[in-house]
């Protein structure tokens, strides 16, 4: 067989044309599959923004209780403190009168005011520890409660008289038969109560169960045994 000039085609040059099958359809090439390294890169960028998010709700929750507990203890001092007698709120259940307190929540050990202030520094500092491990919504509002509360009663211990780190801090809401506290005392309470259902219901910070891989993770899969022929 002859070839014509600019025909002759090298094995290299050559189109590849599909094969036919045994049943006589023609074989396609097999398509490319995504590696697991893929995967495991796309889960972990997920997760860090979920974790980021967290974070931000964390800090705006414990803004949100800073700054209220900061405007409310401002207001007070600078229209109930020298009064003689309390405003009432709810009959005598109930009244508003300021106190300087030394001691801690609820005015409890005013004997101890510098333990109570790097007490509250701790706190903030496993706070932020938890935080980078934290991917449950529950958890960064119970958190960013927490925090906000322990810096505002942190901010009168380093700022108010007498000095710093053992600056009283200011109460002013008095409940008949219990004791005088403030908007951060509150704030701890609540977080600490909300922190103690989620451990009762088994739920970690970040986002898994007791027993659970956290979110993101993958649950590690039975192995199915090898075949032995029979």
């Not at 505002?152 to 809401?173: E, M, Q, W, Y």
Request: proline share 6%.
């Amino acid at each position: 067989m002859i070839s014509t000039p600019g025909s002759h085609q090298t094995q290299d040059d050559a189109v590849p044309t599909a094969r036919p099958s045994a049943a006589g359809e023609p074989v396609s090439a097999p398509e490319e599959q995504p590696s697991a390294g893929a995967g495991a890169t796309a889960a972990e960028g997920t997760r860090a923004v979920v974790r980021r998010r967290r974070i931000s709700l964390l800090l705006a929750v414990a803004l949100v209780a800073y700054l209220v507990d900061l405007g409310s203890k401002l207001l007070v001092v600078a229209r109930l403190e020298g009064r003689t007698e309390p405003i009432k709120v709810i009959g005598d259940w109930m009244t508003f009168q300021v106190i300087r307190n030394p001691g801690a929540a609820f005015s409890m050990g005013q004997a101890m005011t510098v333990l109570f202030t790097a007490i509250a520094a701790g706190v903030i500092v496993v706070i932020w520890r938890i935080a980078r491990r934290l991917y449950s919504l529950p958890w960064a509002i119970a958190l960013g409660l927490l925090l906000g509360g322990a810096l505002g009663n942190l901010t009168d211990r380093l700022f108010r008289a007498p000095s710093v780190f053992r600056g009283h801090v200011v109460d002013f809401i008095s409940v008949q038969h219990f004791a005088v506290f403030n908007l951060a005392d509150s704030a701890i309470v609540c977080g600490g109560i909300l922190v103690v259902l989620l451990s009762f219901r088994g739920s970690n910070p970040d986002g898994s169960t007791h027993g659970a891989p956290a979110k993101g993770e993958a649950e590690p899969s039975a192995e199915k045994p090898e075949s032995d022929g029979s």
